[in-house]
């Protein structure tokens, strides 16, 4: 099983519309937990962390599901500034403490 | 707001050859990364540095990449006798603490191509 799953997409959303999509992890020691957002041949940049709590920012709220061994990202109200690639990244301790990315969820807002 | 820089942006080189990939982290971070991408595939970790040496590497950091932080401000990612797979985004981030607790800001990327 890989470490952290997401599924590839494309989710293909109408602009104005909720998203969400999760992230799996496989190691229970994983601690941090992030959300990043990748364009098209661009460098990866964070978008959120994702605490215990969860957490919102604006229109982006994150989950952590620990029984569960998930994360979400909800997008409401969708742009069409948000059509990117959302990547996943757990860190654990049993990795030293690397980031484990996933492969990312690729997200299209049509107008 | 600072930022990771890295140059060059495209770079294209033969087989065989060595390159040089340059990045300026943001100027009070103290911990500094590179990691590569290649075309539609996982972002993957190849090192990180911290206080003038190396402190993780993965399997792919193998004997052909060397990194070096020459003066206060560069670091630099080697990459001697380039093969055709090595072709990939090169990513440098650095963080102002240990990544589980601090966020990576990343440079934009250097397009390494290899013919």
């Known amino acids: 099983r890989k470490e952290v799953e997401q599924d590839p997409g494309p989710f293909n959303v109408p602009e104005g519309a909720t998203v969400a999509f999760n992230c799996t992890y496989s190691?229970?020691?994983?601690?941090?937990f992030f959300w990043y957002r990748q364009d098209c041949r661009k460098e990866p940049k964070l978008l959120m962390s994702?605490?215990?709590?969860?957490n919102e920012d604006g229109r982006f709220t994150a989950q952590l599901n620990r029984a569960s061994q998930y994360i979400s990202l909800l997008i409401r109200d969708s742009k069409l500034s948000d059509s990117a690639t959302y990547l996943c990244?757990?860190?654990?301790?049993?990795?030293?403490?690397?980031?484990?990315w996933g492969a990312g969820t690729k997200l299209i807002i049509k107008p | 707001e600072p930022e990771v820089t890295q140059t060059p942006s495209h770079q294209v080189t033969q087989m065989g050859q060595e390159v040089i990939l340059r990045c300026v982290p943001i100027?009070?971070?103290?911990?500094f990364y590179w990691y590569r991408q290649i075309l539609g595939q996982k972002v993957e970790f190849l090192v990180s540095?911290?206080?003038?040496?190396?402190?993780?590497k993965s399997e792919i950091f193998d004997d052909q990449f060397s990194v070096e932080r020459p003066d206060g401000s560069n670091f630099t990612l080697k990459i001697r006798s380039t093969k055709l797979e090595d072709s990939a985004m090169y990513f440098c981030?650095?963080?102002?603490?240990?990544?589980?607790?601090?966020?990576?800001?990343f440079g934009n990327g250097t397009r390494l191509t290899v013919t």
């Open positions: 540095f911290y206080n003038n040496e190396i402190s993780e």
């Open positions: 994702v605490y215990s709590s969860g």
């Open positions: 990244v757990v860190i654990s301790m049993d990795s030293n403490y690397q980031l484990i």
């Open positions: 981030a650095s963080s102002e603490a240990e990544q589980f607790n601090s966020p990576l800001h």
């Open positions: 190691n229970s020691a994983s601690q941090s």
């Open positions: 100027s009070n971070h103290l911990y």
